[in-house]
T-cell receptor, first 114, second 111 residues
């Protein structure tokens, strides 16, 4: 089983609150990713990082922000949650290198904004 | 039009059946093709990975890629109730790991 952890697993919160979704991996992977997944829909990449102090926006526009201060930690923050942010958020990581490397996924955080 | 299309299902089959799951894609630049399995309330886990065209077999699972038709398949032989999950295809243009996912097909294998 992949050593990538996400907390909390479930979060119900009111509109306007600031939230941080935590993601940590113990595999020493340089690359980390955040995906958003609505029920029955494809995963959309919202943020990625290729290493410490490196963050980029993904294909899907998101009001969230991320930081990468430590290799193992890639938190996602929403400054002011809205009902449109209700979704499942999946964190993933992969090794660096010139070849293809598997992405390992965490269990996800299911966020509900009331 | 989505870059990767996948029938959402659900696909319901009896135990022991051969299951065929498919994805079509529009971008001929895709070279790496993956199948992920996602159980309810879990993150996806990699099942099979192929590069370019051809077949790859792993136990009860066979992945096929037909780049000329922009079509990939996952076959599951002797399906088991434990195979009940959502199967996501994913693909990338290079080894940089930026994946494009299909929407997933929900499979139910009934005892």
């Amino acid at each position: 089983e992949a050593d990538i952890y996400q907390t909390p697993r479930y979060l119900v919160i009111g509109t306007g609150k600031k939230i941080t979704l935590e993601c940590s991996q113990t595999m020493g992977h340089d690359k980390m990713y955040w995906y958003q997944q609505d029920p029955g829909m494809e995963l959309h990449l919202i943020h990625y990082s290729y290493g410490v102090n490196s963050t980029e926006k993904g294909d899907l526009s998101s009001e969230s922000t991320v930081s990468r201060i430590r290799t193992e930690h890639f938190p996602l923050t929403l400054e002011s949650a809205r009902p449109s942010h209700t979704s499942q958020y999946l964190c993933a990581s992969s090794a660096a290198g010139t070849g293809w490397n598997e992405q390992f996924f965490g269990p996800g955080t299911r966020l509900t904004v009331l | 039009q989505k870059e990767v299309e996948q029938d959402p299902g659900p696909l319901s089959v009896p135990e022991g059946a051969i299951v065929s799951l498919n994805c079509t894609y529009s971008n001929s630049a895709f070279q790496y093709f993956m199948w992920y399995r996602q159980y309810s309330r879990k993150g996806p886990e990699l099942l099979m990975y192929t590069y370019s065209s051809g077949n790859k077999e792993d136990g009860r699972f066979t992945a096929q890629v037909d780049k000329s038709s922009k079509y990939i398949s996952l076959f599951i032989r002797d399906s088991q109730p434990s195979d009940s999950a959502t199967y996501l295809c994913a693909m990338s243009k290079n080894a940089g790991n930026m994946l494009t996912f299909g929407g997933g097909t929900r499979l139910m294998v009934k005892p």
